[in-house]
Nanobody
Framework: QVQLVESGGGLVQAGGSLRLSCAASGSIFTYNMAWYRQAPGKQRELVADITSGGMTNYGDSVKGRFTISRDNTKNTVYLQMNSLKPEDTAVYYC???????WGQGTHVTVSS
């Protein structure tokens, strides 16, 4: 069983930056990991994912602004978010892909 705990969300002005962290209670070395987000009234969408080998993939709306990374020695996945826009406002979730493991979410609010 793996528990995922997100942190780092908050309120930021447009153009600002935040760094989200997802700490796992167990080893995530073999998992592909992902960040998803869900805005009010919208479906959950993929923000970015990273394979166990470090290959990354991004949603079109965040390409060039967000960076996903992982530190397997710390069992932690990160999401560096730069040039934030009001439309990035959402609850951000960490997920171990192809598993049942999701975090509880962290709120990100970007003011204009």
């Amino acid at each position: 069983q793996v528990q995922l705990v997100e942190s780092g969300g908050g309120l930021v002005q447009a153009g600002g930056s935040l760094r989200l962290s997802c700490a796992a209670s167990g080893s995530i070395f073999t998992y592909n990991m992902a960040w998803y987000r869900q805005a009010p009234g919208k479906q959950r969408e993929l923000v970015a994912d990273i394979t166990s080998g470090g290959m990354t993939n991004y949603g079109d709306s965040v390409k060039g602004r967000f960076t996903i990374s992982r530190d397997n020695t710390k069992n932690t996945v990160y999401l560096q978010m730069n040039s934030l826009k009001p439309e990035d406002t959402a609850v951000y979730y960490c997920h171990a892909k192809y598993s049942i493991y999701w975090g509880q979410g962290t709120h990100v609010t970007v003011s204009s």
